[in-house]
């Protein structure tokens, strides 16, 4: 399995911006084939920068969709318009999750809308922190990844990538702290849990798990020897070139 490093760029950079950024990034970064390289850039970038990305280094991602194809629904864009444009979609991240107010129903639509539309969702499932606090992450983590994956067949689950996205960590969180790698490895082993019951053994192996909360070149070596995670989704410090690059460079470390 590939070692995935996705930057979320969320609301920063102009298309000018993001297109000087990929640029820079396309000339540091060597074809690594066992290391996928992904950015998700603001819709409006996505169009330009599938022009510009050279797809056998690295790969673009979106940052949501909506669920329908087309229709009367104003300000979406759909999974079909992305087709072409991005490989990849993040669904359910907590900021949608909380601030947008999408729930595990939309959720799980968004996930189907995008395996149809050949587009591989990475899905976020994390516990905040008073849920933490009161002992529910267990339930959280499984609410989340059942719900989200309700339409998901043992066919296109391979298509599908888990991301555990502990909110507390997220460095936009107001005192956010930096989870350890054994809670990491708690939750880890939870998902592979959860997935093996629904789908079975061998068919749950194959679906990549990646942690992201507060990961800078600092921290990134020691959250990629975690048991289980098979890359990471990288917010602020991905908006640093060098900071990014680095991190990519220590997975391919951590790999050979
Ligand atoms: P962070 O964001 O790396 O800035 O904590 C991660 C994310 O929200 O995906």
Same mark, same amino acid.
């Given at each position: 399995?590939?070692?995935?490093?996705?930057?979320?760029?969320?609301?920063?950079?102009? +298309?000018?911006?993001?297109?000087?950024?990929?640029?820079?990034?396309?000339?540091? /970064?060597?074809?690594?084939?066992?290391?996928?390289?992904?950015?998700?850039?603001?819709?409006?970038?996505?169009?330009?920068? !599938?022009?510009?990305?050279?797809?056998?280094?690295?790969? /673009?991602?979106?940052?949501? @969709?909506?669920?329908?194809?087309?229709?009367?629904?104003?300000?979406?864009?759909?999974? $079909?318009?992305?087709?072409?444009?991005?490989?990849?979609?993040? +669904?359910?991240?907590?900021?949608?999750?909380?601030?947008?107010?999408?729930?595990?129903?939309?959720?799980?639509?968004?996930?189907?809308?995008?395996?149809?539309?050949?587009? $591989?969702?990475?899905?976020?499932?994390?516990?905040?922190? !008073?849920?933490? @606090?009161?002992?529910?992450?267990?339930?959280?983590?499984?609410?989340?990844?059942?719900?989200?994956?309700?339409?998901?067949?043992?066919? %296109?689950? %391979?298509?599908?990538?888990?991301?555990?996205?502990?909110?507390?960590?997220?460095?936009?969180?107001?005192?956010?702290?930096?989870?350890?790698? %054994?809670?990491?490895?708690? +939750?880890?082993?939870?998902?592979?849990?959860?997935?093996?019951?629904?789908?079975?053994?061998?068919?749950?192996?194959?679906?990549?798990?990646?942690?992201?909360?507060?990961?800078? !070149?600092?921290?990134?070596?020691?959250?990629?020897?975690?048991?289980?995670?098979?890359?990471?989704?990288?917010?602020? @410090?991905?908006?640093?070139?060098?900071?990014? +690059?680095?991190?990519?460079?220590?997975?391919?470390?951590?790999?050979?």
């Amino acid at each position: 399995m590939k070692t995935y490093i996705v930057g979320n760029w969320k609301l920063n950079f102009t +298309v000018g911006e993001a297109s000087i950024y990929l640029h820079k990034l396309l000339k540091a /970064l060597p074809n690594y084939r066992d290391i996928e390289v992904v950015v998700a850039p603001s819709a409006i970038a996505l169009q330009p920068l !599938s022009l510009q990305v050279d797809r056998h280094k690295m790969k /673009l991602a979106a940052q949501n @969709a909506f669920y329908r194809d087309y229709g009367a629904f104003t300000g979406e864009t759909s999974f $079909s318009q992305l087709r072409g444009l991005a490989d990849y979609v993040i +669904v359910g991240h907590s900021e949608r999750r909380y601030i947008l107010k999408e729930d595990d129903k939309m959720i799980q639509k968004k996930v189907a809308a995008a395996l149809r539309n050949k587009i $591989s969702p990475i899905l976020c499932i994390g516990e905040t922190e !008073s849920e933490r @606090a009161f002992g529910e992450t267990a339930d959280i983590i499984r609410d989340q990844l059942v719900g989200g994956l309700a339409e998901v067949s043992d066919d %296109d689950l %391979d298509k599908v990538i888990i991301a555990y996205e502990p909110v507390w960590a997220i460095s936009s969180t107001k005192a956010a702290k930096m989870a350890s790698p %054994d809670e990491i490895a708690e +939750v880890v082993r939870l998902i592979q849990k959860t997935l093996k019951e629904i789908y079975g053994v061998k068919t749950a192996e194959k679906v990549p798990i990646l942690f992201g909360g507060s990961v800078n !070149s600092s921290n990134a070596g020691a959250y990629l020897t975690v048991p289980g995670i098979n890359g990471l989704l990288v917010g602020g @410090a991905s908006l640093i070139l060098n900071e990014f +690059v680095d991190i990519i460079e220590i997975a391919k470390r951590v790999r050979s």
